[in-house]
């Protein structure tokens, strides 16, 4: 075959994809066909038509809708050289080595079918021949069961027939079932797929005799699993970190901590948690802090105390007098620091005390106080700084847990590893536990099923739907149709019998 008509069966030319796919008869589609078909038409070798008596003879039945198969007589609109390509075979593909295959055993299949009728027409004319040479009256019992076999072969060549397309191209009503019913059928098979596979009770019944807690517990118990799957977590984790785009993660992550911010008030809570540090005294190490530090101070600066307070005294004031003054106000700093520093009970502390207390009731009742939280709340998180802060907190996290996957060693992974074989060895062991993850598993399944039942059905209708009538037809011929050809020998046998019994019975009695 040339690339020209290659290219065109790939495309979906009707008449090049049955070319192609009549295996060695393509190479006789050179000139019309017998039936006036085109370049690119086949001839099936005799007896593997669909007429009655297998010699090709008419082509009519090679039709494979109402309209008629690609390159047939019966063909609607123009038809010669592939003018009108058939729609696309659409997601059910083109046919393969192993359809070709198959599409062979199904000629086959129609030859032996259809030499079996030709098999009881001949017996039929000899018997009829010899009953009237006086040949004796075993010619009528074998007459009828000739003349029987032929009714039953032609009636089953007309069902097998019917299901695939028009028989004799005759638009004979409930015939061509398979393409003229294609959507009914795949919205049937969706119902029937939703009603017996999906329901509530077929799919517990399925998931408890399964066990899948049981063998999912025995098998992470083992410790080479349960390494295989904490890095195929880690891959996934990383994976998925990676996609990620930093901006857009970062943008959510202020706007949510600012949302959430915002939409908290903070004062209850800062004055509830105060109040409990006072009462369990823990600011007395902040005071006890404090008081160091500012002792520590005064003892290094004294200079800088005498300077504030002779820096502030009037200019008529004698000079003598200042520095008499700064050095009295710097002894008794020093003294009351280091009093407060030294003594647990200074008044003072107390004083840091019955204020905490009092601040902490404010946060918690006093509504000015409250309100001029929010407000300071407000202007931190209103600030560039803070919202750079917030934002660029994303990276440290995903640094760190990154670095955590990676690292195989890593607190994140160890523990991960030692949960998933503390689960199984419990799954494994544990009857109660297992009962549990089985009903939440059973849980999850049936929720998914009752609730998506009609999109996963609707997935097999609308593929079904999408499906070209025709391709869809040959497609399923190819896989059942050999099968389908035994019904007519089986009706060729039987009719025979039936014949042949009939006929005695009849004689018998009469």
Same mark, same amino acid.
């Not at 190819?478 to 019994?501: E, M, Y």
């Given at each position: 075959?040339?690339?020209?008509?290659?290219?065109?069966?790939?495309?979906?030319?009707?008449? /090049? =994809?049955?070319?192609?796919?009549?295996?060695?008869?393509?190479? $006789?589609?050179?000139?019309?066909?017998?039936?006036?078909?085109? @370049?690119?038409?086949?001839?099936?070798?005799?007896?593997?038509?669909?007429?009655?008596?297998?010699?090709?003879?008419?082509?009519?039945?090679?039709?494979?809708?109402?309209?008629?198969?690609?390159?047939?007589?019966?063909?609607?609109?123009?038809?010669?050289?592939?003018?009108?390509?058939?729609?696309?075979?659409?997601?059910?593909?083109?046919?393969? !080595?192993?359809?070709?295959?198959?599409?062979?055993?199904?000629?086959?299949?129609?030859?032996?079918?259809?030499?079996?009728?030709?098999?009881?027409?001949?017996?039929?004319?000899?018997?009829?021949?010899?009953?009237?040479?006086?040949?004796?009256?075993?010619?009528?019992?074998?007459?009828?069961?000739?003349?029987?076999?032929?009714?039953?072969?032609?009636?089953?060549?007309?069902?097998?027939?019917?299901?695939?397309?028009?028989?004799? @191209?005759?638009?004979?009503?409930?015939?061509?079932?398979?393409?003229?019913?294609?959507?009914?059928?795949?919205?049937?098979? @969706?119902?029937?797929?939703?009603?017996?596979?999906?329901?509530?009770?077929?799919?517990?019944?399925?998931?408890?005799?399964?066990?899948?807690?049981?063998?999912?517990?025995?098998?992470?118990?083992?410790?080479?699993?349960?390494?295989?799957?904490?890095?195929?977590?880690?891959?996934?984790?990383?994976? !998925?970190?990676?996609?990620?785009?930093?901006?857009?993660?970062? !943008?959510? =992550?202020?706007?949510?901590?600012?949302? $959430?911010?915002?939409?908290?008030?903070?004062?209850?809570?800062?004055?509830? +948690?105060?109040?409990?540090?006072?009462?369990?005294?823990?600011?007395?190490?902040?005071?006890?802090?404090?008081?160091?530090?500012?002792?520590?101070?005064?003892? %290094?600066?004294?200079?800088?105390?005498?300077?504030?307070?002779?820096?502030?005294?009037?200019?008529?004031?004698?000079?003598?007098?200042?520095?008499?003054?700064?050095?009295?106000?710097?002894?008794?700093?020093?003294?009351?620091?280091?009093? +407060?520093?030294? +003594?647990?009970?200074?008044?003072? $502390?107390?004083?840091?005390?019955?204020?905490?207390? *009092?601040?902490?009731?404010?946060?918690?009742? *006093?509504?000015?106080?409250?309100?001029?939280?929010?407000?300071?709340?407000?202007?931190?998180?209103?600030?560039?700084?803070?919202?750079?802060?917030?934002?660029?907190?994303?990276?440290? =996290?995903?640094? +760190?847990?990154?670095?955590?996957?990676?690292? %195989?060693?890593?607190?994140?992974?160890?523990?991960?590893?030692?949960?998933?074989?503390?689960?199984?060895?419990?799954?494994?062991?544990?009857?109660?536990?297992?009962?549990?993850?089985?009903?939440?598993?059973?849980?999850?399944?049936?929720?998914?099923?009752?609730?998506?039942?009609?999109?996963?059905?609707?997935?097999?209708?609308?593929?079904?739907?999408?499906?070209?009538?025709?391709?869809?037809?040959?497609?399923? /011929?190819?896989?059942?149709?050999?099968?389908?050809?035994?019904? $007519?020998?089986?009706?060729?046998?039987?009719?025979?019998?039936?014949?042949?019994?009939?006929?005695?019975?009849?004689?018998?009695?009469?």
């Amino acid at each position: 075959m040339d690339q020209g008509k290659a290219g065109k069966a790939a495309a979906g030319d009707p008449g /090049e =994809v049955r070319a192609i796919t009549g295996g060695a008869a393509a190479s $006789r589609s050179a000139g019309p066909g017998s039936n006036g078909r085109t @370049g690119g038409g086949t001839s099936d070798p005799p007896g593997t038509s669909d007429s009655p008596d297998g010699s090709g003879s008419p082509r009519t039945p090679d039709t494979y809708g109402p309209t008629g198969a690609p390159g047939s007589a019966h063909r609607t609109g123009p038809s010669a050289g592939g003018a009108r390509r058939s729609p696309n075979p659409g997601p059910l593909g083109t046919f393969t !080595a192993a359809d070709e295959e198959r599409q062979r055993g199904v000629r086959r299949m129609k030859g032996i079918a259809a030499g079996a009728l030709l098999l009881m027409a001949v017996v039929f004319v000899l018997a009829k021949w010899g009953q009237h040479e006086g040949a004796g009256a075993w010619t009528g019992y074998v007459a009828a069961a000739a003349e029987a076999g032929m009714v039953g072969a032609l009636a089953d060549w007309f069902a097998v027939t019917a299901l695939f397309r028009h028989p004799l @191209g005759l638009p004979i009503p409930h015939t061509a079932i398979i393409p003229t019913k294609k959507d009914q059928l795949g919205h049937t098979l @969706g119902e029937f797929v939703g009603e017996n596979f999906l329901s509530s009770d077929v799919v517990r019944t399925r998931l408890r005799a399964v066990g899948i807690a049981g063998r999912l517990g025995a098998w992470l118990a083992q410790p080479e699993h349960a390494d295989r799957v904490t890095s195929e977590l880690s891959t996934a984790l990383r994976g !998925a970190l990676a996609v990620l785009r930093d901006s857009d993660v970062r !943008a959510v =992550v202020g706007e949510a901590v600012t949302r $959430r911010a915002d939409a908290q008030e903070i004062a209850p809570g800062l004055g509830r +948690m105060l109040e409990r540090v006072v009462a369990d005294q823990g600011h007395r190490r902040v005071v006890d802090l404090m008081c160091a530090r500012a002792a520590e101070w005064l003892e %290094e600066h004294s200079d800088s105390v005498m300077e504030a307070v002779t820096g502030g005294a009037p200019g008529w004031t004698p000079r003598f007098v200042d520095r008499r003054v700064g050095d009295r106000v710097y002894r008794e700093l020093l003294r009351f620091v280091t009093e +407060m520093r030294d +003594m647990p009970s200074h008044p003072a $502390r107390g004083a840091i005390d019955r204020f905490l207390t *009092d601040f902490a009731a404010d946060l918690r009742s *006093d509504p000015q106080t409250r309100e001029r939280v929010e407000r300071l709340k407000s202007d931190v998180l209103g600030r560039g700084e803070v919202q750079d802060l917030i934002s660029s907190s994303w990276n440290s =996290v995903r640094s +760190m847990i990154v670095a955590a996957a990676e690292d %195989e060693h890593s607190e994140l992974r160890v523990r991960a590893r030692a949960s998933l074989l503390s689960l199984g060895q419990r799954a494994a062991a544990d009857g109660r536990l297992r009962g549990k993850i089985d009903g939440w598993i059973e849980d999850a399944a049936v929720h998914v099923v009752t609730t998506y039942r009609d999109e996963i059905t609707s997935l097999i209708t609308e593929t079904v739907a999408g499906w070209d009538a025709e391709h869809t037809s040959r497609k399923i /011929e190819a896989h059942i149709g050999r099968d389908l050809q035994f019904i $007519r020998l089986n009706g060729t046998v039987v009719g025979s019998l039936a014949g042949l019994g009939i006929y005695a019975l009849v004689n018998l009695v009469l």
